[in-house]
């Protein structure tokens, strides 16, 4: 941590202070404004080292040595590199550091020492890292023929499906005799592949072939120069190509059986236990019950006061006890009573059952065999029905 913080103030007071290195001869020197910036850059990277987000503070020290060009600030990105085990861009930012140094500068011994243990550890530079810092921008120049940068045209390739290749199309005048190149990269590979665009029909062509669409995304720039070799425009750049994003966009659907048996997931519904059908229908049973039995003790009282009327019972014989048959008789009348109650709202009661019954059956025919067949649904009827000696219902169905 110590050599990080004296790492910031040297790079601090060098963003101040020391002259700095060109990366080519007409490279203009920054202006205050832009040395303004690069200061404020570096102050938001040493709160971002501070914090160990090494990864942001790498940024911000790149954008402050693009406006200041100042040689110590490659020393911090070296070391913020270092710092999250990434050795080869660390490698490449410490050799570009002792290139653009004098031989008195301070760190040198440092990083010497440093690249000799990372060379010796067989750690192999990145020098594409470094390539965008030192990368002079083109600046197309002026067309020699009547054709200029804005007859090329290009359609951005948004996204593609894996495994699949890409044909890369672009428009340009033909006459122009301009060389177009495709440059692209697949998922983790460091270097670009250059494949000139080819005519086809009336447009320029070029294919990513199937095999390197794989990954989250691919990348690929074009490159147009004229017949001496002069850059005329670009889609995109090494450092800064398009994006193409690889999604799956395939899907599997999946038809689920009809039967709940078969598939689980599907919820049948809940059976109510008290509806009017299975409520009426209770109370039809309990009513023609309760009929049936004060029907029996009614008899039994009939028949006991017949047998005392008629029969001695054991010797000797008794006399007709008269208060012990008013009492059977007006049990009797009253059992009898109560049955003829009974049997009248049992009647009623299979009336209603039926009703329900009728409803639920003709609702449940409609829905399984109307609704399908497209035929009306088989009338029902139900009806009570009562005679001497039995109650019940009848029920008819036309077919």
């Not at 100042?70 to 070391?79: E, R, S, T, V």
Request: glycine residues 6%; aromatic residues 10%; contains cysteine.
């Amino acid at each position: 941590m110590n050599r990080i913080i004296t790492s910031t103030i040297i790079a601090l007071v060098a963003v101040i202070t020391m002259p700095r290195e060109r990366a080519w001869a007409d490279d203009p020197a920054p202006t205050k404004a832009q040395l303004d910036a690069a200061k404020q850059a570096f102050d938001e990277a040493q709160v971002l080292y501070s914090t160990r987000k090494f990864h942001e503070a790498i940024a911000k020290l790149q954008d402050s040595y693009k406006l200041s060009r100042n040689a110590f600030l490659l020393y911090n990105i070296a070391h913020a590199y270092d710092q999250i085990g990434d050795q080869p861009k660390a490698l490449a930012f410490y050799l570009k550091f002792l290139e653009l140094t004098p031989a008195t500068a301070a760190k040198r011994d440092e990083t010497t020492k440093r690249v000799d243990e990372l060379k010796q550890a067989n750690v192999e530079a990145d020098l594409e890292a470094t390539a965008s810092l030192f990368e002079k921008p083109v600046e197309p120049t002026a067309p020699t023929s009547r054709y200029s940068q804005t007859d090329f045209r290009h359609r951005l390739v948004d996204t593609v499906q894996p495994g699949k290749p890409i044909d890369i199309v672009a428009e340009a005048p033909r006459e122009a005799n301009w060389v177009v190149t495709l440059f692209y990269r697949g998922a983790g590979e460091d270097t670009y592949t250059a494949l000139p665009m080819a005519w086809k029909d009336q447009v320029l062509v070029g294919q990513i072939p199937g095999a390197k669409v794989a990954g989250n995304a691919i990348q690929y720039y074009l490159e147009v120069k004229d017949a001496e070799g002069t850059v005329v425009t670009r889609s995109g750049k090494r450092t800064s190509p398009n994006l193409v994003k690889i999604e799956d966009r395939t899907s599997v659907v999946t038809t689920l059986p009809d039967d709940p048996l078969h598939n689980p997931r599907i919820d049948r519904p809940a059976r109510k236990l008290f509806t009017p059908t299975s409520v009426s229908t209770a109370a039809a049973v309990v009513l023609i019950g309760g009929a049936v039995t004060t029907y029996f003790l009614a008899k039994d009282k009939s028949d006991a006061l017949r047998t005392d009327s008629t029969a001695c019972g054991v010797p000797p014989c008794q006399v007709f006890d008269a208060g012990y048959d008013q009492g059977i008789e007006t049990s009797g009348v009253r059992y009898n009573r109560i049955y003829k109650v009974m049997l009248g709202a049992s009647v009623v009661g299979v009336g209603v059952a039926g009703y329900f019954w009728y409803r639920s059956l003709r609702t449940k025919h409609e829905v399984t065999v109307g609704a399908t067949s497209g035929s009306p649904s088989a009338p029902w009827a139900v009806a009570p029905a009562f005679g001497d000696g039995f109650t019940g219902a009848l029920a008819a169905r036309r077919f």
